[in-house]
């Protein structure tokens, strides 16, 4: 059974970082493309960025908001998918969702950047 | 980037009616590369079509997606009473993908 477990969420200050992490069972992580998605409180879906498949390439693309902050990588090693989320912004609080081939979706993270 | 619009913002109905839900994008979508998604509040998004009419098989059969180009719906037959939720498309054809800001289907 595939499961996809989110973890890593907290409070963290303006400009601060953090990593969120997406443990996968039932399946390998490098064999599949894996996106991140997060919901602001109260507000519809955003994409935020995607790692191919490593037959693909392995390479990742972001959203215009958080390229040059974020970075996605894998462990394949733990089967673990990360979000490398630094100088945070305000605008980046919310619940943050790893899914693979967007079927199967983690429960989600929320991160809350605030002062 | 490609923006999806879905219309309308909310859909007030009852059980048993039949909802269709419209999204539109401002470019054509890629191979159809388009997906319809439910939410309901504290959960997860759940896949109910991709590929602008596919079904995952553990999706009910009164979900029905169509449409290509610049145009898609998502119909459900008959609505049940866990279909009342938030519903929202997204494009993954072009990079950067993006999601409509949704419709809420809610209770008459």
């Known amino acids: 059974e595939v499961q996809l477990v989110n973890s890593g969420g907290g409070l963290v200050e303006p400009g601060g970082s953090l990593r969120l992490s997406c443990a996968a069972s039932?399946?390998?992580?490098?064999?599949?493309?894996m996106t991140w998605v997060r919901q602001a409180p109260g507000k519809g879906l955003e994409w935020v960025g995607r790692?191919?498949?490593?037959?693909?390439?392995?390479?990742?693309e972001y959203a215009a908001p958080v390229k040059g902050r974020f970075t996605i990588s894998g462990d394949d090693s733990n089967n673990i998918l990360y979000l490398q989320m630094n100088s945070l912004k305000t605008e980046d609080t919310g619940v943050y969702y790893c899914?693979?081939?967007?079927?199967?979706w983690g429960q989600g993270t929320l991160v809350t950047v605030a002062s | 980037e490609i923006v999806l619009t879905q219309s309308p913002g909310t859909l007030s109905l009852s059980p048993g009616e039949r909802a269709t839900l419209s999204c539109r994008a401002s470019?054509?979508?890629?191979?159809?590369?388009l997906a319809w998604y439910q939410q309901n509040p504290g959960q997860a998004p759940r896949l109910l079509i991709y590929?602008?009419?596919r079904r995952p098989d553990v999706i009910p059969d009164r979900f029905s997606g169509s449409g290509s180009g610049t145009d898609f719906t998502l119909t459900i037959s008959r609505l049940e009473p866990e279909d009342f939720a938030m519903y929202y498309c997204?494009?993954?054809?072009?990079?950067?993908?993006?999601f409509g800001q949704g419709t809420k289907v809610e209770l008459k």
């Open positions: 899914t693979e081939s967007l079927i199967n």
């Open positions: 039932g399946f390998t992580l490098s064999d599949t493309w």
């Open positions: 790692i191919r498949k490593k037959s693909d390439g392995g390479t990742t």
């Open positions: 470019q054509s979508v890629t191979s159809s590369a």
């Open positions: 590929g602008a009419s």
């Open positions: 997204q494009q993954y054809g072009t990079s950067p993908w993006t």
